[in-house]
T-cell receptor
């Protein structure tokens, strides 16, 4: 069965430091992987996606993510955190072998950037 | 270009009451989705639609019905609300390129069932 795990409920980082939000997945076939961000009282916004090609994917607001097939991971990273990055981050996966048009979502990780 | 809009923004219902949540998109997207978001559980797909006049069940469809009579609108109905349906409901839409589409989300509807 397809699944996504975000092992950390919350990540605390000081402003200016690098940040990592972890995501691991389990699918039968090849994965399509996504990161979305949710600011308070708002809907989710797309950050970046991996479909194929270069394992390092660059997205909005200076974020990037690295696809690691052997570790089945797709961690979100940013070299220098901003206070405005504080939000809820969701990882999602779609299995190429799955005929349903559904994304499987992680439970979310709350990112807190402290000044 | 408003993107994806949802009405109402907030609603309180009593157990057994019914209501309809409206989602509208102006991006000419083929696919539309209804999710519910509960603390610690991420998003769960309720129903979705791959085109006007078509709907399909998602992960948690029980207690909900949907209709897609017009391409731009996707309605979510609760016939007899239960406290377990207290949640934040998000509508999303996408172009419909299978596997690769980015989903665009509305601002959400907070529903409290007493």
């Amino acid at each position: 069965a397809q699944s996504v795990a975000q092992p950390e409920d919350q990540v605390n980082v000081a402003e200016g430091n690098p940040l990592t939000v972890k995501c691991t997945y389990s699918v039968s076939g090849n994965p399509y992987l996504f990161w979305y961000v949710q600011y308070p009282n708002r809907g989710l916004q797309f950050l970046l996606k991996y479909i194929t090609g270069d394992n390092l994917v660059k997205g909005s607001y200076g974020f990037e993510a690295e696809f690691n097939k052997s570790q089945t991971s797709f961690h979100l990273k940013k070299p220098s955190a901003l206070v405005s990055d504080s939000a809820l981050y969701f990882c999602a996966v779609r299995d190429l072998m799955d005929s349903n048009y559904q994304l499987i979502w992680g439970a979310g990780t709350k990112l807190i950037i402290k000044p | 270009n408003a993107g994806v809009t949802q009405t109402p923004k907030f609603r309180v219902l009593k157990t057994g009451q019914s209501m309809t949540l409206l989602c509208a998109q102006d991006m000419n997207h083929e696919y539309m989705y209804w999710y519910r978001q509960d603390p610690g559980m991420g998003l769960r797909l309720i129903h979705y639609s791959v085109g006007e006049g078509t709907t399909a069940k998602g992960e948690v469809p029980d207690g909900y019905n949907v209709s897609r009579l017009k391409k731009q609108n996707f309605l979510l109905g609760l016939e007899s609300a239960a406290p377990s349906q207290t949640s934040v409901y998000f509508c999303a839409s996408s172009y419909g390129q299978v596997y690769q589409e980015t989903q665009y989300f509305g601002p959400g509807t907070r529903l409290l069932v007493l």
